[in-house]
C-alpha cells in the first residue's frame, strides 16, 4: 500500500507500506531510506493530514484456460542435436566424479583434455573443481583459459566473476558477470547517515533496484560516495546473492559537527599539526567552559621551543 505523508511544511511524499507491529508501522521512504520504523500513533497523525490519502495495489487475477506469452510450456520442445565425442566423454567424465568425489576430479578431466586438446568443457569444469577446493587464483586462471577456447562460455564466466570476487577484485568481478547479464540490483542499504539525507546519497549513486550493475556504473558511484563533503571515509561493497542478483552495501563515517582532535581539523581546513592543535583547544574550550586552553598551549609552545 502507498500513502502520502508530510516531509516539510506543507511538503508531502509517498511512502510504501511494508509492514506493521503493535506499537509501528513499517515504510520504504524515498527520503530517509527502506525499513523505517514509525510510531503508530505519529504514523496515524501524519497521515490524517494527508487526508488519510493511500493507494492499494494487487496482483491480477488470474485468467481460467489462459497462457501467459513467451511461456515455456506451451511452446513446442526443441530437439537437440547429438553431442559431440568431446561433450560424450565429458558427460562421463562427470557423472564418475559424482559417483567417486571430487579427489578423482582431476585425473579424469585431465584424460578429456588429453583426448580433446581443444575443448572448453574439461578446463571449464576443472575450474569449478578449483573454485569448490577455494583455490581462487587457480580457479581464476583455468576460467579464462577456457574463455580462450570459448568466450561465450556462461559456466566459466560465472566461475570468473565469482573467483575474482573472492580475491577482492569487485570491478573485475562485475566485467565477467556482465557478460552474462548479472547481476541485477536487489536493494541499496546505505548506513551511517546522521546530517546528509538518504535520498541525497541514493540519487548521487544512481544505482536503482532491478538493473543490471556494472562494472563502470559500480566505479561511478565509488567516486561520488568519494566525494562527499563532511566524510571521514566511505565504503562501497556489492555483496552477490542467489538467482543473479546482488546488495549493494554503502557505509559512510561523516565527521562531526564540531571537529575532535588535530587530524579531523586537518582534514576539514588542510592545515598544519600546529594550527590544528590550535583549532581543536578552542573549541574544547567552547564545549567545557573550562579556562584551560591558554595553560596547554603555553606547554605545547615551551615543549616546541
Not at 283 to 301: K, M
Request: aromatic fraction near 6%.
Amino acid at each position: 500500500m502507498i500513502v502520502l505523508l508530510p516531509d516539510r511544511g506543507t511538503r508531502y511524499h509517498y511512502v510504501v507500506v511494508v509492514a506493521a507491529t503493535a506499537d509501528a508501522i513499517v515504510v520504504h521512504d524515498p527520503a530517509w531510506g527502506p525499513s523505517r520504523s514509525i510510531a503508530a500513533a505519529d504514523f496515524e497523525r501524519e497521515w490524517r493530514a494527508a487526508a488519510f490519502w493511500s493507494l492499494v495495489i494487487l496482483p491480477p487475477s488470474p485468467r481460467p484456460n489462459s497462457e501467459m506469452p513467451g511461456d515455456p510450456r506451451a511452446a513446442p520442445a526443441r530437439e537437440s542435436g547429438p553431442a559431440s565425442v568431446c561433450d560424450a566423454r565429458l558427460n562421463r567424465a562427470l557423472e564418475q566424479i559424482r559417483e567417486r568425489g571430487l579427489d578423482r576430479a582431476d585425473a579424469l578431466l585431465d584424460e578429456v583434455r588429453a583426448e580433446c586438446p581443444d575443448a572448453a568443457g574439461p578446463i571449464r569444469e576443472l575450474s569449478g573443481v578449483r573454485f569448490a577446493e577455494r583455490r581462487w587464483s587457480d580457479a581464476a586462471a583455468l576460467a579464462r583459459d577456457a574463455l580462450r577456447r570459448d568466450p561465450q562460455d556462461e559456466y566459466a564466466l560465472d566461475v570468473l566473476g565469482s573467483s575474482l570476487f573472492m580475491l577482492h577484485d569487485d570491478a573485475g568481478a562485475l566485467r565477467a558477470w556482465n557478460r552474462i547479464g548479472k547481476p541485477r540490483v536487489n536493494r541499496v542499504r546505505i548506513e551511517g547517515l546522521h546530517h546528509v539525507r538518504y535520498q541525497t546519497v541514493a540519487e548521487m549513486m544512481a544505482i536503482q533496484p532491478n538493473m543490471l550493475l556494472t562494472a563502470d556504473l559500480f566505479d561511478r558511484a565509488r567516486r561520488r560516495i568519494a566525494a562527499l563533503p563532511d566524510h571521514a571515509a566511505t565504503r562501497l561493497a556489492v555483496r552477490p546473492e542467489t538467482d543473479g542478483f546482488a546488495t549493494v552495501d554503502v557505509v559512510v563515517v561523516e565527521l562531526a559537527a564540531i571537529p575532535r582532535g588535530a587530524v579531523e581539523w586537518g582534514r576539514r581546513g588542510g592545515t598544519d599539526d600546529r594550527e590544528s592543535r590550535d583549532r581543536c583547544l578552542r573549541a574544547r574550550n567552547q564545549r567545557t567552559g573550562r579556562g584551560v586552553v591558554r595553560r596547554v598551549a603555553l606547554v605545547a609552545r615551551i615543549g616546541a621551543a
